[in-house]
Structure formats: C-alpha cells, structure tokens
C-alpha cells in the first residue's frame, strides 16, 4: 500500500516511510532533528488508567528506538460515548499523563472520535542528534544482539481477555509494558549503537527480519537465551497464541532457517507485543556492557544473537 504514494524527495527527511521504521525523522540543522511518530491500541486491561499508562508507554517507544527522547505529545482517542463514562475517559488520560511526568515530556490536549471500540494512544514529537540515530538499517555484521524486555507480552494479553491469566503473570507483564525505553535507549547509544527497533506487534521475528532487510544483514538468534516473562510459555502452551503471532511467523518465515526449533519456541519469537524492548546490536563488549547497566536498574535483558554478513536472513540457534 505504501509503496504506491509517490517517494518523499526532501533531503531533510532523514528516515521516512521507505524503510518501514519506528518513527520519521526530519532534520532541522546539524545538532537537531525532530522524531514524529503516532500509536494507538485498543485496551490491553480492564482498568483504564492502567491501559492509559500502557498506551502512552508503547506510543512514546518508537522515539526511543530511534534514539531520541520525547517532547511533547498529543492524545488520541477514540471513545464510545454512548457506552463508556468520561470518568473512565479521565483515567485513561491521567494514565498518560502519569507516563509523561516519567518521561519528562509534555501532553498538550488531542482529539477524540466517536468510535464503537475504545482505542487510545498518542502523537509524540521528540528530539535526536542527527548524528547519533538507531535506525532499522544500521545494523552491523559482527554486532551482538541486545534484547531489553522479555517476549510473552502477547500470550499474556490474550489470557488476560479469556480471563485465565494468573495474578502474578498479569503484575510481571504490566510492569514490563509500562516500564519506559528511556534508559534502554541511552544504553544503547552509550555502547555505540547505530542499529536498534523496538519489538512490538510484529514481535521479534518480525521487526529483526524487516531489520535485516534493511540493513543489508543476517542475523543469527540464540532461542535459548531470549527471555520470556515467567507463566507465558505455560499460557501459550493452553492456546493463549495470539492470532497476529501466527500473521508475524508467516510474513518472515520464508526468510527464516529454523535450525532444527519449531512448534510453540518459534511462535514465541513471533509473539505480538504491546510496549515491548529495544532490540539493538552493539560490539560484543559494548553489548557486554550494556547488559550489566541494563541489569543493575532492574532490566530483565538478554544478548540473544548476532548480526552476520548476508542479505535479509534470520537463522535459529
């Protein structure tokens, strides 16, 4: 669909639709460039401000997976009025509101639509050295892969609509949603990453597969040390698989060696997150680095694999 607008030919876009990238990027001098991006989802939980939080978590993301930090952003809402109360409305936005106060950004009002299914998330605006940007293309053969949150994001949601998720499961994966990129990016920059994506709703298959394609890259993943929020891999194996996990393994699988893995371990490399981690190479010793900071403030992180010559394969170790 993308591919039939006409191209974007201004030299001050330095990162636009083509690349399939978590956020367009638009210099404005040689220090500073604006990150734009715009996310929204429909509720993940029962309680509102908690859904808001989670939101405005997964929408602020994409201006850290590009290196950026956030300034000032807008809601957007689509509401049923005819269902659902204002004061349920106003939870949802102080749930926003509380991420922005984290983050050290500002909420400057937004708009709302009528709508039959809530949907709620935001237009963010930030800021990046132009120099200093993670992009989906610039990964590098020889990087180590760093992953900053654990899969299972997906599993846990859909148990969480069926109404079987433990109590303990729930509590792990909204403090991983709402837990902000902001650290894991500085992080990132700091071991000298040019590479990263965050991993959302195409989970990690999806995004380092685009990611190589990109780059111009292989990348090999370890199945065995990419971690999994605890009470997952147990709900994914009673069938709480979200039907986009499976859409995610079909879009990358014919670029994908499985290497012997199959079945439920695959899938969960597949699994569609909500306000996922930063997936970003760096030397060995830099990722080495990177993980004992990203440990010590109270990451669950992992390095999963590495990036190899190649043109756009995924490899399963």
Same mark, same amino acid.
């Given at each position: ?44 939980v029962?309680?509102a401000?908690t ?5 405005a ?15 000032? !952003?807008?809601?957007? *809402?689509?509401?049923?009025?005819? =269902?659902l109360?204002?004061?349920?409305? !106003? ?7 509380d991420? !922005?106060?984290?983050g ?16 709620? +998330?935001l ?9 200093? $940007?993670?992009?989906?293309?610039g ?23 069926? +109404?079987?998720?433990?109590?303990? *499961? *729930? ?8 837990r902000?990129?902001? =650290? !894991?990016?500085? *992080?990132a ?5 040019t590479?990263?994506?965050d ?5 990690? $298959?999806?995004?380092?597969g ?20 605890d009470?997952?891999?147990?709900l994914?194996?009673? +069938? ?23 079945g ?12 996922g ?8 010793a ?18 999963v ?13």
């Amino acid at each position: 669909m993308v591919r039939r607008l006409a191209p974007v030919d201004d030299p001050a876009l330095l990162v636009g639709a083509a690349t399939g990238d978590d956020a367009a990027v638009y210099r404005l001098d040689d220090g500073r460039a604006l990150v734009v991006t715009a996310d929204f989802i429909t509720p993940v939980v029962d309680d509102a401000r908690t859904w808001g939080r989670v939101a405005a978590a997964n929408a602020v993301s994409d201006v850290y997976a590009m290196g950026g930090r956030p300034l000032l !952003a807008l809601n957007l *809402v689509g509401w049923n009025s005819e =269902e659902l109360s204002s004061d349920l409305l !106003a939870e949802v936005l102080l749930g926003a509101q509380d991420v !922005a106060s984290e983050g050290g950004f500002v909420i400057a009002g937004g708009h709302t639509v009528d709508d039959p299914e809530p949907k709620f +998330g935001l237009a963010v605006v930030g800021e990046a050295d132009p120099d200093r $940007l993670l992009t989906n293309a610039g990964f590098r053969p020889g990087d180590a892969l760093v992953l900053t949150k654990p899969l299972g994001i997906g599993v846990v949601t859909t148990a969480i609509k069926a +109404g079987t998720a433990p109590d303990a *499961v *729930v509590d792990a994966a909204l403090a991983s949603m709402t837990r902000l990129n902001a =650290e !894991a990016s500085a *992080v990132a920059l700091d071991a000298g990453a040019t590479g990263a994506t965050d991993v959302t709703g195409f989970g990690l $298959l999806g995004h380092l597969g685009r990611a190589v394609e990109e780059s111009g890259v292989d990348a090999e993943i370890d199945v065995g040390a990419v971690p999994v929020l605890d009470g997952a891999r147990e709900l994914a194996e009673a +069938g709480m698989m979200p039907g986009g996990s499976r859409r995610n393994l079909a879009w990358v699988d014919d670029r994908l060696d499985r290497g012997g893995h199959d079945g439920l371990e695959v899938l969960l490399l597949a699994d569609a997150q909500t306000s996922g981690g930063l997936l970003f190479g760096a030397s060995p010793a830099g990722a080495h680095e990177a993980l004992d900071r990203l440990e010590s403030a109270g990451h669950t992180a992992a390095v999963v694999g590495r990036v190899l010559n190649g043109a756009g394969r995924l490899y399963l170790a």
